[in-house]
C-alpha cells in the first residue's frame, strides 16, 4: 500500500512567501527556492511561484502543495506581500483573506484572519532574514481565488467575512487526519458560546440540517457541519457547554451513534446489525431478519418506526454519557433520504 504523501498548510505557505518577499525587499534577492522552520523543527523548502517588487514593497507568491490531503486549498496561491513599517510587524487581510466580524475566534474582531501560530511563523521567517534583529514590516497575505474558495469552507459561519483564513499549528497537512474540520466545529462552537446562542444544531449532512433548521427556524450561524465527528462535537461540548444541542442525522450513522460509535464515517465505524436484530427482537419483531439486513434502511424497513425511536432514545443516550453531566440538553432528530423526520426524541 502506498504511503499518503504529506503536505503544507496555508500558514507554512504564507511564511515561507513572507520570507522570500522580504529577502528581496531588504537585499534585492528573492529566495528561491525559499526554507522555513516549522513549529516542531522541520525545515521544507518551497519554490517560488510569482514575484515582483515595487517602491518599498515585495511579494513572493507560493502554490500550495496539500499532499494527498482532499484540501479545498489545495494548489491555491498564496502570496506575501512585504513592505517597511515602523511598528514591528502588522498583518493586513490582501485580497481573498478573510477579516474576522464575531466574538469567539482567537483573534479580535477586526484582525485580518491569520491564526495566530502563521502569525508567528511568519515572524520567525522574517526575522531569519533578519538574523536576529527585530523586523518592522507591514505583511498583507493574499490567495488567488479566495473569496471564491471561502464558499466550500465554514467561514461564513464563523463571521470571517471577505476570504479564506491562513490557518496551521504545524505547518504540515496530514491526510485525512480531518484535523481542519474537527477545529472548525471548535471555532463554532466558541463563536456560538461568544455570541450568547444557547441552541445549536449539529448535523451530520446538508440534508439532516436544513430538516432541523426548519422545525426550530435557526439561521445557519447557529449550526455546526458535524459531518462524521459527534464524538469531536460532543467531547468538545462538554468542556465548553451551549444549553440546548440538536443532534440530526441519517439512519445509519445515528445507528452507529446509538451502538456506541463516535466517528460515524463508514471506514471508521459500522452497523453492529447482530445487536441490532437482538434490538429488535426485543421489541416483537423477528430479529434474525433484521440482523441478515444488508444496510440499517433496510433493517428499519422490516420493522417500521418503533425501532427507529428506540435508536433515537439510545443515541441521545450515547451522547450524554459523552457528555458526562455536563448541563446541556440533548435532542435527537433521525431524517430520512427525502429530508423528511422518522424519529424524534425531546430534549433530556
Known amino acids: 500500500m502506498t504511503e499518503l504523501r504529506r503536505g503544507w498548510t496555508t500558514g507554512a505557505c504564507a511564511a515561507a512567501a513572507a520570507k522570500s518577499a522580504c529577502s528581496a525587499l531588504i537585499s534585492d534577492r528573492f529566495l528561491d527556492p525559499v526554507q522555513i522552520t516549522l513549529p516542531k523543527g522541520e525545515t521544507p523548502e518551497f519554490d517560488v511561484f510569482q514575484c515582483e517588487r515595487g517602491e518599498g514593497w515585495a511579494k513572493a507568491c507560493i502554490v500550495k502543495d496539500a499532499g494527498d490531503d482532499p484540501d479545498v486549498t489545495h494548489r491555491a496561491v498564496i502570496c506575501a506581500k512585504v513592505s517597511h513599517g515602523s511598528n514591528g510587524l502588522r498583518f493586513f487581510a490582501g485580497e481573498g483573506v478573510g477579516t474576522i466580524t464575531k466574538p469567539g475566534l482567537p483573534l479580535a474582531v477586526g484582525e485580518p484572519a491569520i491564526n495566530p501560530v502563521p502569525r508567528l511563523m511568519i515572524d520567525a521567517a522574517i526575522t531569519d532574514i533578519l538574523e536576529g534583529n527585530s523586523p518592522n514590516f507591514d505583511v498583507e497575505i493574499s490567495v488567488v481565488n479566495g473569496v471564491e474558495l471561502a464558499k466550500q469552507t465554514w467561514n461564513g459561519r464563523l463571521g470571517i467575512v471577505g476570504g479564506l483564513s491562513i490557518l ?135 420493522t417500521g418506526p418503533k425501532l427507529i425511536e428506540k435508536i433515537a432514545t439510545q443515541a441521545q443516550q450515547t451522547a450524554l454519557e459523552i457528555l458526562d453531566g455536563s448541563d446541556i440538553a440533548v435532542e435527537v432528530i433521525i431524517i430520512d433520504r427525502s429530508g423528511k423526520i422518522i424519529a424524534r426524541q425531546d430534549f433530556a
Request: a positive charge; aromatic letters at 6%.
Open 168 to 302: 496551521g499549528t504545524t505547518g504540515i497537512v496530514r491526510p485525512f487526519s480531518c484535523s481542519a474540520w474537527i477545529a472548525s466545529i471548535h471555532r463554532g462552537i466558541d463563536v456560538a458560546r461568544a455570541t450568547g446562542r444557547s441552541h445549536v444544531i449539529a448535523a451530520t449532512g446538508a440534508t439532516s440540517e436544513t430538516a432541523a433548521r426548519q422545525v426550530y427556524g435557526l439561521a445557519q450561524e447557529d449550526c455546526l457541519d458535524m459531518g462524521d465527528f459527534a464524538g469531536g462535537v460532543l467531547k468538545y461540548l462538554k468542556r465548553h457547554p451551549i444549553k440546548r444541542l440538536t443532534l440530526a442525522g441519517g439512519i445509519g450513522k445515528f445507528t452507529k451513534l446509538a451502538q456506541g460509535a463516535r466517528d460515524l464515517h463508514s471506514g471508521r465505524s459500522t452497523v453492529d446489525f447482530a445487536a441490532l436484530g437482538a434490538l429488535a427482537d426485543g421489541l416483537g419483531f423477528d430479529g434474525t431478519a433484521v440482523s441478515n439486513a444488508n444496510t440499517a434502511l433496510e433493517a428499519y424497513t422490516l
